[in-house]
């Protein structure tokens, strides 16, 4: 939906789907609105229109409007298979972004701040991320990035039903971020805390000069009319030969110098990673690879615009040290970020 637009949705993950319609009951105006559905995929959708009462208010700044949900299923004609009782759903301002990154994470504190300075550093405007039944008091850990307006978190505290893979959870979250923030995103970046995104050394250059900013470079070189729905970009595997908890814990060294190995036999083309553009994409299915019939870039490499980069560990002193190459590309980051590292 639309930023000019208001309205109010609702998703989930299904196995089946008999539902004939959802009404939405908001309870101030008494208005009963019949919601649209999207149920063509294994996470449908429904949106209801505000009403008017409801609007209104919402514009004289009140902060929550009350709505019940009646389901209709098919095999019960006579009345509703489930209505639940009256909640109140909050609103609040979002600000507009050209270019933002949705993650996910449980217990990530000890990467996240280079990541995040990284991202800034090149040109994301702002990070949602989704906090997975953590316990490491996100929200005060980042409170600077709250303040600043940087870092929304979404507490995440759900988990795969029995016998279902734990992705199911990751693609919900996914597609939370789609309806709630795409609409607020010209740009919106899907990948992990562990790959970073890496522009060619002449775009960087223009981005870092602030000739151009990475918006502006993602626009002229993925135009809309040619990639409605954005670019996928190859993901590359770079080796740290540190066991994981050595990776997180070196302290004063920053990962460009602890994981610099590129694997001699290295698959970039496997586990892509995207950034699309919010309002051409109905929803996400696969965080590497947008469903049939969207029109994207596909396997964009580093020579033609940009890559992921995926940092995956080794072993201390590992024989595979030898079989890599020394990637010095990201050097140059490396005394920019420790200026703006606020701890590690």
């Given at each position: 939906m639309r930023s000019s637009q208001v309205g109010l949705f609702l998703s989930g993950r299904r196995d089946n789907w008999s539902w004939r319609s959802v009404d939405c009951h908001f309870i101030l105006s008494s208005v009963i609105v019949t919601a649209t559905?999207?149920?063509?995929?294994?996470?449908?959708?429904?949106?209801?229109?505000?009403?008017?009462m409801e609007r209104v208010l919402l514009k004289k700044g009140v902060n929550?409007?009350?709505?019940?949900?009646?389901i209709n299923d098919t095999f019960l004609q006579s009345k509703a298979f489930a209505t639940t009782p009256a909640i109140a759903i909050p609103f609040y301002e979002r600000c507009?972004?050209?270019?933002?990154?949705?993650?996910?994470?449980k217990n990530k504190r000890k990467e996240l701040i280079e990541w995040i300075e990284y991202h800034l550093l090149i040109g994301i405007e702002?990070?949602?991320?989704y906090d997975n039944r953590g316990t490491e008091q996100l929200?005060?850990?980042?409170?600077?990035?709250l303040e600043l307006g940087l870092v929304t978190i979404v507490y995440w505290p759900y988990t795969p039903p029995s016998g279902a893979h734990w992705n199911i959870i990751q693609s919900a979250s996914m597609n939370h971020a789609l309806k709630n923030f795409g609409p607020f995103n010209k740009w919106l970046g899907y990948f992990d805390v562990d790959e970073y995104f890496q522009l060619n050394y002449t775009l960087i250059k223009s981005v870092i000069s602030k000739s151009y900013t990475l918006a502006d470079l993602f626009d002229y070189r993925f135009p809309e009319h040619d990639y409605p729905s954005g670019a996928q970009f190859v993901n590359c595997q770079i080796s740290c030969f540190l066991s994981q908890d050595e990776i997180v814990a070196s302290r004063y060294t920053l990962l460009f110098q602890k994981c610099n190995i590129v694997p001699i036999h290295n698959h970039c083309n496997t586990a892509a990673k995207m950034f699309i553009r919010p309002h051409n994409v109905p929803i996400m299915q696969n965080i590497h690879v947008l469903p049939i019939g969207m029109?994207?870039?596909?396997?964009?490499?580093?020579?033609?615009?940009?890559q992921f980069r995926h940092y995956h560990h080794g072993s201390v002193g590992s024989d595979l040290n030898i079989q890599g190459i020394r990637d010095e590309s990201m050097d140059e980051?490396?005394?920019?970020?420790?200026?703006?590292?606020i701890t590690y």
């Open positions: 559905m999207d149920n063509l995929t294994s996470e449908p959708a429904v949106a209801c229109t505000i009403p008017t929550s409007i009350s709505v019940s949900f009646s507009y972004h050209n270019i933002s990154v949705y993650t996910m994470v702002h990070f949602y991320i929200g005060l850990f980042l409170k600077r990035y029109v994207f870039a596909q396997n964009v490499t580093l020579g033609q615009f940009g980051f490396i005394p920019l970020l420790f200026s703006r590292v």
